[in-house]
RNA sequence: GGUCCCGUAGCUCAGUCGGAUAGAGCACCAGAUUCCUAAUCUGGGGGCCAGUGGUUCAAAUCCACUCGGGAUCACCA
């Protein structure tokens, strides 16, 4: 249960029962009434603004309005205090039986704990990662896979029905210099010296193979052909071959998709021609000339008269074009109707993922939704760049060169829960450092060791307590039915507490659609689990296992064995594999 | 020139729908060590939240402008 939401509905109660009586007005709105942890733990457990909030409609000082509050919570018995504060907060302390009984809820939620109705099975769809299919996943691609998937899984958590997708860019110009690649290699594998790649053609390694499986399913019968005899087929056959390899990479870092999207299907069906229509129906598009941009001297442009989509009605700069000068869609035009398509398919709440270089496009996408579906909402999430260091001296790539450090390797060198871990560090629009060396550090100022470390400890001390005490029960279901009124050290309330936070910290990061959130919660759940062990070390009778003691001990085995399952329910939204023990 | 993102301690960064005395790690300073895993621990100093103005009972947070850093700007995706 969410702790402060269950106290939201008691408040939001008694305040319709105080409009009732005549002591509030009887139309009250209370939206921006908050119940949430004071940021001062000594301003107690549960702090609301409702007397402030409620001022000026009530025209009452806030702390009149708090008086009113205060003695129907005063009475409820897992209540200790009730205080009013400051301009007119009202400051609730709980008393220590109501957190104690927390830890049997968690206990039997396991790692579902945090798990929220808040989305009410409401459809969304997250798109990332969608890599041009010309190559390996490099790891420019790794942040933005590790995001959306961990993004989804939160949703997912927090009560969302949440689909999984990937458009395939199968349709653009950069698959034509990819058919022409792989078609050298074709050559080569026939015997021809194809000397170096030749400038603007993909000279990676990675297409020798699609030569030869060319070479083997269609023979000689392309050497020396004209393009257009060969071009469309390999076109299909290699990007095949690099969408195999993507979802290989991909699995690698424990990201599956449920829909690969194809773009190429999209200008084939005609559902460009259909949307671009429709929403010239709606009157969002014209034939015209655009500006040419101010500030930046373009010798090619020229001015052109051209099928445009009316952003500027929906918070766009200027308007943006669906075609090109040879009468193709653009990507905005075919990324227009995929988006229209995802509505239809039943998501009116759309989220892309995208590389910060991508920034400028927002705008007309979001565009482009709302002229075509009131009700559509599209969020767009950036992703900054990876700096990749060793030791901290910057990884050296060259794209020009094909020499780019791949996803593969480095998921090979560090694995893949720290590589995911590590991705979300920061906020997803900060650039975030990525030290090979940092990462695998074994301290604590590595923050997926310090995590792991302290769920580890958690399954060490539960071993160590059956050492201890021969035949004791250390099953979920006996842990839950341990006396817990022994656990009353403030150090232990205050850990209960933090664990009890954990059903609010995944509602108000996936609403905020910022998985990060969830990692620094991790670590600050960590950090106080360890600072409790430590007290162990000075003061003997806060260790877990108190000789002895076998209740004492199973009660605070309870305690920890839900820390270890909340750290489990985060690393699980995060796509990370709690471990055991270390090394 | 337009647009978007960023600017918080010496450094790297958190900061919830606007909420009470702005937090953490590193670094620095001072202590601790027979201990369930020392893969260290405890405490301390350190801030004009880039700046100015505005909205509000209340601003790091919202709005406007300025400065500084990055990204991007029809006919690529």
Not at 224 to 252: F, G, N, P, Q, Y
Not at 445 to 467: G, I, T
Request: aromatic content about 8%.
């Amino acid at each position: 249960m969410n702790v402060f939401t269950h106290f939201r509905g008691i408040i939001d109660a008694e305040l319709a029962s105080l409009s009732v009586a005549g002591s509030l007005p009887a139309e009250i709105d209370t939206k921006n009434v908050a119940v949430e942890p004071p940021r001062d733990a000594s301003h107690g457990d549960i702090a609301t603004n409702a007397a402030l909030v409620l001022s000026k409609q009530a025209k009452k000082k806030p702390r009149d309005i708090a008086a009113l509050l205060a003695p129907a919570l005063e009475a409820l018995d897992v209540v200790d205090t009730v205080e009013i504060a400051g301009p007119g907060f009202i400051n609730l302390r709980l008393s220590d039986s109501f957190w104690q009984n927390q830890v049997q809820g968690i206990l039997s939620a396991g790692k579902a704990f945090g798990n929220s109705r808040m989305g009410g099975g409401e459809r969304v769809n997250v798109e990332y990662v969608s890599a041009n299919p010309t190559g390996p996943m490099h790891v420019g691609h790794v942040r933005g896979a590790v995001f959306g998937d961990a993004l989804s899984n939160l949703l997912q958590k927090a009560g969302y029905d949440v689909t999984k997708e990937y458009l395939i860019n199968d349709a653009g110009s950069q698959i034509d210099v990819l058919a022409r690649s792989a078609y050298l290699r074709y050559c080569e594998a026939h015997g021809r010296d194809i000397g170096t790649i030749p400038e603007g053609l993909y000279p990676g390694n990675y297409l020798v193979p699609v030569g030869q499986a060319l070479k083997e399913k269609y023979g000689d019968q392309w050497l020396d052909a004209d393009e257009d005899v060969w071009l469309a087929t390999v076109r299909d056959e290699a990007t095949d071959a690099m969408m195999d390899m993507i979802r290989d990479d991909l699995k690698l870092l424990g990201v599956e998709q449920s829909v690969f999207f194809s773009e190429k299907q999209l200008h084939a069906s005609g559902k460009i021609d259909e949307v671009v229509e429709q929403l010239r129906a709606r009157g969002h598009i014209y034939e015209g000339v655009l500006e040419p941009p101010k500030g930046q001297k373009d010798e090619d442009w020229e001015p052109r008269e051209q099928t445009l989509f009316r952003a500027t009605n929906f918070g766009d700069d200027v308007d943006r074009p669906l075609k090109k000068s040879n009468g193709d869609y653009t990507y905005f035009g075919a990324d227009i109707a995929y988006h229209y398509d995802k509505y239809q398919r039943g998501f009116k709440s759309m989220i892309d993922v995208w590389g910060a270089d991508h920034g400028g496009y927002v705008k007309r996408m979001q565009s482009a939704v709302k002229g075509l579906a009131e009700d559509g909402e599209l969020d767009v999430k950036l992703c900054q760049l990876v700096r990749l260091l060793r030791d901290g001296v910057p990884v050296k790539m060259s794209k020009r060169s094909g020499n780019f450090v791949t996803l593969r390797e480095v998921v090979e060198e560090v694995g893949r829960d720290v590589t995911r871990f590590i991705m979300l560090t920061r906020k997803n629009d900060a650039p975030l450092d990525f030290d090979f060396a940092k990462v695998l550090d074994q301290s604590k100022d590595n923050p997926v060791f310090y995590v792991q470390y302290a769920h580890a400890r958690v399954c060490s001390v539960l071993n160590k307590a059956k050492e201890a005490f021969s035949g004791l029960d250390t099953s979920d279901t006996s842990l839950a039915g341990a006396d817990m009124a022994l656990v009353n050290h403030p150090a232990e309330i205050a850990m209960i507490k933090q664990c009890a936070a954990w059903p609010r910290m995944v509602e108000s990061a996936a609403e905020a659609h910022e998985p990060h959130r969830i990692a620094f919660f991790l670590y600050d759940l960590a950090s106080e689990f360890h600072t409790f062990w430590n007290k162990g070390n000075d003061e003997p009778s806060l260790r877990f296992i108190i000789e002895g003691k076998e209740d004492l001990t199973k009660a605070r085995l309870a305690l920890i064995r839900s820390v270890a399952f909340v750290i489990a329910s985060g690393l699980e939204v995060l796509g990370v594999k709690p471990l055991e023990e270390m090394r």
